[in-house]
């Protein structure tokens, strides 16, 4: 009889990821109340992508998973990317709105 | 037609069990890929306004409370690991373990929307909910309004799929007790999971755009 194939990662691996979840929020917020401009944002989005890959393919199993489930949850944050970035291409070079 | 609940549960359209567990996670991904573009349409309207009025919607954020935010994205995040943790226990048919971390996960879930309904009274009593009882003592209220209806309809849309959960929880639960889960059948509990997890990753994106603007 051979041990049973389980289809995600280990405890030590939940906790670990919740651990930099922890981290990412803290930085986060550490990064709001200090000064850099424009990339108050940058620094915040780049650390809430992080965090959500980060339960996408650990706390989700994407990476566990097959191509299928891949291709398909990669699929739906490209086409989300496609519509903001898009949609910021042109709101940000419009010049003066109103 | 063998179901679920017989001894083999194996619908008749899959040839074994490890096939018919891959079509219901990839099922509930085309689902989930439809609340991305659900949610996604919110953050979509958050973006364009808050470029075209960058000025109310900072002063809007600043009557947030940050310090309830961090704690109910600690909540959240605490949950997803209950979860995670009961999908774990879920596949290896650990009743016990199974039942305790889904309740935790419905705890903690609680204590999210409750601290969310603490939040949205102080709104209620400051005259911050959008409508005709609206008042900002400040430039611009009316962009400051347009904020503030953003906030309740993405903070709202999230809670209500947090009330959903809460039943979806409940009813895993129930089928726990009776030991209907196991090693070679756990879908439910994996894709409330797959559900649960991405309320959280909504949650991730809307805390530091609606709380943490310009703290600094």
Same mark, same amino acid.
């Given at each position: 009889?051979?041990a049973p194939e389980h289809h995600g ?90 | ?90 596949? =290896? /048919?650990?009743?016990? $373990? ?6 935790? #996960?419905?705890? @903690?879930?609680?204590? *999210? &929307?409750? %601290? ?56 895993l639960i129930v089928d726990a007790l =009776? /030991?209907?889960?196991? $090693? ?6 994996? #894709?409330?999971? @797959?559900?649960?997890? *991405? &309320?959280? %990753? ?15």
């Amino acid at each position: 009889m051979t041990a049973p194939e389980h289809h995600g990662p280990s405890i030590g691996v939940y906790v670990g990821i919740f651990a930099v979840l922890l981290i990412g929020t803290g930085a986060t917020v550490a990064a709001a109340y200090v000064d850099l401009g424009l990339f108050n944002n940058v620094v915040m989005l780049g650390i809430a992508v992080t965090k959500a890959t980060l339960v996408v393919l650990y706390f989700m199993h994407v990476r566990y998973g097959p191509r299928l489930v891949w291709v398909l949850s990669a699929g739906g944050f490209a086409w989300l990317a496609i519509l903001i970035g898009f949609t910021l291409a042109d709101y940000l070079t419009r010049g003066p709105v109103l | 037609m063998p179901s679920v609940s017989d001894a083999h549960p194996l619908a008749h359209q899959f040839d074994e069990v490890e096939q018919q567990r891959r079509a219901v996670t990839l099922g509930m991904w085309a689902f989930l890929v439809n609340e991305v573009m659900f949610f996604g349409g919110l953050f979509l309207t958050y973006t364009i306004y808050r470029v075209l009025y960058p000025g109310p919607f900072h002063d809007g954020s600043h009557h947030l409370d940050p310090t309830l935010g961090t704690v109910n994205t600690v909540v959240l995040i605490a949950s997803s690991l209950t979860m995670a943790l009961a999908v774990w226990s879920a596949e =290896r /048919g650990k009743r016990r $373990p199974l039942v305790g971390f889904l309740l935790a #996960t419905l705890a @903690l879930g609680m204590v *999210f &929307v409750g %601290i969310k309904a603490v939040e949205y009274h102080e709104k209620w009593v400051d005259h911050l909910v959008p409508g005709p009882y609206f008042v900002w003592h400040g430039p611009d209220g009316s962009h400051v309004q347009l904020f503030y209806s953003l906030y309740f309809a993405m903070t709202g849309f999230h809670a209500l799929h947090m009330l959903i959960g809460f039943g979806l929880l409940t009813w895993l639960i129930v089928d726990a007790l =009776r /030991g209907r889960f196991g $090693p070679t059948y756990w879908a439910p509990v994996e #894709t409330v999971g @797959l559900y649960w997890h *991405f &309320v959280d %990753i909504v949650w991730i994106f809307l805390f530091p755009l609606l709380y943490l603007i310009g703290r600094h």
